[in-house]
């Protein structure tokens, strides 16, 4: 079996802007935040418990410069489902002031 090594004089990077691919990066970023965002409502517990370990992996590095809207969705979200809970008491009737 022969063994070929490439030799570094003959490599040449890919000829990609750097602004180029910085827009894109941060595009990707973009859409992967917005798909585990989607999910953190999601009523299967293993999953949303998975997504909000990610979202607060990515959190230490891109908040809150990269991801100015993260808090506010997650205030949205907190309130929204403290609605809705208190929605679903109301109608099973656990609602004490009723």
């Known amino acids: ?9 003959r490599y040449s990077a890919p000829s ?21 965002l989607s999910t953190l409502d999601d009523p299967n517990r293993k999953l949303y418990t998975a997504t ?3 979202v607060a992996a990515i959190v230490v590095y891109e908040w809150p410069e990269s991801w100015p809207d993260l808090l506010p ?7 929204d489902q403290t ?7 109301k109608e099973r009737g656990c609602n004490s002031t009723r």
């Open 83 to 89: 609605s809705m809970n208190e929605g679903v008491e």
């Open 52 to 54: 909000s370990m990610a």
């Open 16 to 36: 990609v802007a750097r602004s180029s691919l910085f827009k894109t990066l941060s595009i990707e970023k973009a859409v992967i935040r917005g798909l585990l």
């Open 73 to 79: 969705f997650l205030l949205k979200l907190i309130g």
């Open 1 to 9: 079996m022969e063994v070929i090594f490439v030799h570094e004089e």
